[in-house]
């Protein structure tokens, strides 16, 4: 039986359209400038594909143009150690008519009166474009555009139809995974949080976080509660075909203990570092392109945090396939050997010559009906 994932806060809900490295160039300014212009014509190029992107999970649904008529179809196109959270597949389509919210006790309509109920359920979220969330009793699937900006808590809140309890002060994150299993994060907008944008703990596990676009923020994704919290140790994540765009600064992701694959991604800016942890996770990267800033001192992909070198460098992190571009550098650590990755590979990487059409359509889609999303 899986356990419940926490959708925090819930009130603010917006709908809105060894060592690797690159050769030294001679004038970063410029380099970046083009590779900049190269990544956003590709993206326009490739922008208007729904197949052929080589994106399995776009490509298993979104060439269909009748799928607004078999919306549960999604959930059977998950991939990654998330690719059993089936969400709603099995329930009722609930249409979200009401965008007010009481977090004890919620009108029908409304999102809170969906996702407290205990039968499955995949909730419509009908504006100008459609959007969904597939809430199930066992597992999750979240689609849509968060951005919520503040803390709440500190109040009572109704967690099912039969009971509601005190909630205290949240951490502000956009997306927070406490405790929960079977979970797909797909296709969201995130920026601009009080903590992280997408963070899981407390013995969370079997996640796969994709086709997600975030900028603007700070500390972008926790993966493990705390060094001492070794229940995470049993944590695996599946991190693909993001787009970890402007205004970013570090933690995509900050990892603890569990296993992790990250697999597919563009990542076009950082300020501090890419990818982060402690507490010797595994991290197996593969196939994503890193862009590095203009900045020297922060060329590094990674930061092995917490640790002297005698330590993580027993830590198993590899890259693989991976595109370094500008000065960006991964450093390596552990044995390397293939069975040290078992339990942090998830999916067959793609080469990151295709990381353009693989994220191009990340972020909150808007799809329309009778036509390919």
Not at 303 to 308: F, L, N, P, R, T
Request: proline share 5%.
């Amino acid at each position: 039986m899986g356990m419940p994932l926490s959708l925090l806060p819930l009130l603010s809900l917006l709908l809105i359209p060894s060592l690797i490295s690159s050769s030294p160039v001679p004038n970063p300014d410029s380099v970046i400038q083009e590779v900049h212009k190269s990544i956003n014509a590709s993206r326009r190029s490739l922008g208007f594909l729904s197949c052929g992107s080589g994106n399995p999970i776009d490509d298993c649904w979104r060439c269909d143009p009748k799928w607004e008529q078999n919306r549960q179809r999604l959930a059977d196109c998950a991939i990654g150690f998330g690719k059993h959270a089936i969400g709603g597949r099995d329930g009722k389509i609930y249409v979200v008519t009401d965008s007010s919210d009481h977090p004890v006790n919620p009108k029908p309509g409304t999102l809170r009166y969906a996702v407290i109920q205990d039968e499955p359920l995949v909730d419509h979220l009908q504006r100008r474009h459609d959007h969904q969330a597939a809430t199930g009793a066992d597992d999750e699937l979240v689609q849509d555009n968060r951005r919520p900006r503040s803390q709440r808590g500190n109040a009572y809140v109704r967690d099912s139809p039969s009971h509601y309890g005190w909630r205290t002060l949240s951490d502000g994150d956009g997306v927070s995974i406490f405790g929960g299993s079977h979970v797909w994060v797909d296709h969201c907008s995130l920026s601009n949080c009080r903590d992280g944008l997408i963070d899981a703990i407390h013995g969370s596990t079997a996640i796969t976080i994709s086709n997600n676009y975030m900028t603007h923020h700070d500390k972008v994704m926790l993966l493990g509660h705390s060094d001492t919290y070794t229940q995470d140790k049993n944590m695996q994540v599946t991190i693909a075909f993001n787009h970890f765009g402007e205004g970013l600064v570090q933690r995509m992701p900050r990892c603890r203990h569990g296993n992790f694959h990250v697999v597919n991604n563009d990542y076009t800016h950082w300020e501090m570092y890419a990818i982060g942890g402690s507490a010797a996770p595994t991290i197996n990267s593969q196939g994503n392109r890193f862009l590095a800033p203009n900045d020297k001192d922060n060329k590094e992909v990674t930061k092995h945090e917490d640790a002297s070198q005698s330590e993580w460098s027993k830590w198993n992190w590899r890259s693989s396939g991976d595109l370094l571009l500008n000065g960006a550098f991964f450093t390596a650590s552990g044995a390397g050997a293939s069975s040290s990755y078992a339990k942090a590979s998830s999916l067959g990487a793609r080469p990151s010559s295709l990381v353009s059409s693989i994220t191009a359509g990340a972020g909150s889609l808007k799809c329309k009906k009778g036509s390919r999303c």
